[in-house]
């Protein structure tokens, strides 16, 4: 297993996973996780859980990062239009990307 994470922007997780998701999850599998680095559009909570939003190629469509609920009080310190640094363990295509199992790094 690799100690490094697969770095990608946010726009190649898009081509990526509308490409082939299979092939990027084996990928992220491999790699130990992927690493983001993007500007926050915005932070929420679903579930009780923090999910920041990155925005995406489609205006209309975010890419959301859904972090461990641990992050909580780091997410809450976050701001629009401020570069955060992320670690993902899971991409899906849910209405554009997703990404799971994440903390803030």
Same mark, same amino acid.
């Given at each position: 297993?690799?100690? *490094?994470?697969?770095?990608? &922007? %946010?726009?190649?997780?898009?081509?990526?996973? !509308? !490409? @082939?998701? #299979? =092939?990027?999850? @084996?990928? %992220?599998?491999?790699?130990?996780?992927?690493?983001? @680095?993007?500007?926050?559009? &915005? /932070? !929420?909570? %679903?579930?009780?859980?923090? /999910? #920041?939003?990155?925005?995406?190629? =489609?205006?209309?469509? $975010?890419? &959301?990062?859904?972090?461990?609920?641990?992050?909580? *009080?780091?997410?809450? +310190?976050?701001?629009?239009?401020? +570069?955060? &640094? #992320?670690?993902?363990? +899971?991409?899906?295509? %849910?209405?554009?990307?997703?990404?799971? $199992?994440?903390? #803030? @790094?």
């Amino acid at each position: 297993k690799a100690s *490094d994470p697969l770095r990608m &922007s %946010i726009s190649a997780i898009e081509e990526a996973v !509308e !490409e @082939n998701e #299979i =092939n990027l999850q @084996n990928k %992220i599998e491999a790699a130990g996780g992927v690493m983001v @680095n993007a500007r926050v559009k &915005s /932070v !929420e909570s %679903i579930w009780g859980s923090p /999910v #920041i939003h990155f925005r995406g190629k =489609n205006q209309f469509l $975010d890419v &959301s990062a859904f972090l461990s609920s641990e992050d909580k *009080d780091r997410a809450a +310190t976050l701001k629009k239009g401020e +570069t955060v &640094s #992320i670690v993902c363990q +899971t991409a899906k295509k %849910i209405m554009g990307a997703a990404l799971y $199992d994440c903390s #803030i @790094n």
